[in-house]
């Protein structure tokens, strides 16, 4: 089945929502790392001396509470993951039709060759075979756009990981 052509508005549209919808989910795991590095702080905080049961208690809430915020970070973390493998998939389309794009420069200019008597007809096949060749650009380079975001994004999960793994309770 053929793919419809789509427009470039919707082409960058399209990048621009992936990309803000990845930013915002980053930034959100962000502060949820920060509640995290915030209950561990207050760990450290702690004098703890009051009695052992009442001690235990504080401990087993704010066990509870670093459980939550690491629960919620991983939720958000999958919810992310999903947004990439979208941006992977955009990526994988628009690879596809700049290689439709370019096969339809290279058949233009075949049947370029094959037109012997109306000039015309030749020029417009050879201007046809130009708008193919620089849409397979524009889409090159639409396709590295997605793929730098979205490498940006991994990156930021990635970094947002190690910020809450770092993020201890000690007592």
Not at 50 to 58: C, D, H, L
Not at 98 to 118: F, L, P, S, Y
């Amino acid at each position: 089945m053929k793919e419809r052509a789509e427009t470039r508005k919707n082409i960058e549209k399209g990048i621009e929502i992936r990309k803000r919808e990845s930013n915002d989910r980053a930034k959100h795991m962000g502060l949820i790392v920060d509640d995290k590095k915030t209950v561990a702080k207050t760990s450290r905080q702690l004098f703890l001396s009051s009695t052992i049961e009442g001690a235990e208690k504080v401990k087993q809430a704010l066990r509870k509470a670093a459980k939550i915020v690491h629960n919620e970070f991983e939720k958000q973390n999958r919810d992310l993951q999903e947004k990439i493998n979208k941006c992977r998939k955009a990526e994988k389309n628009l690879g596809g039709r700049a290689i439709n794009a370019r096969k339809d420069a290279t058949k233009v200019n075949k049947a370029a060759g094959h037109i012997k008597e109306t000039k015309k007809a030749r020029q417009l096949a050879v201007q046809a075979e130009h708008a193919a060749v620089n849409d397979a650009n524009y889409i090159d380079r639409e396709k590295a756009l997605q793929k730098r975001e979205r490498k940006i994004s991994e990156k930021r999960r990635e970094q947002q990981k190690m910020r809450l793994m770092a993020a201890k309770l000690k007592w």
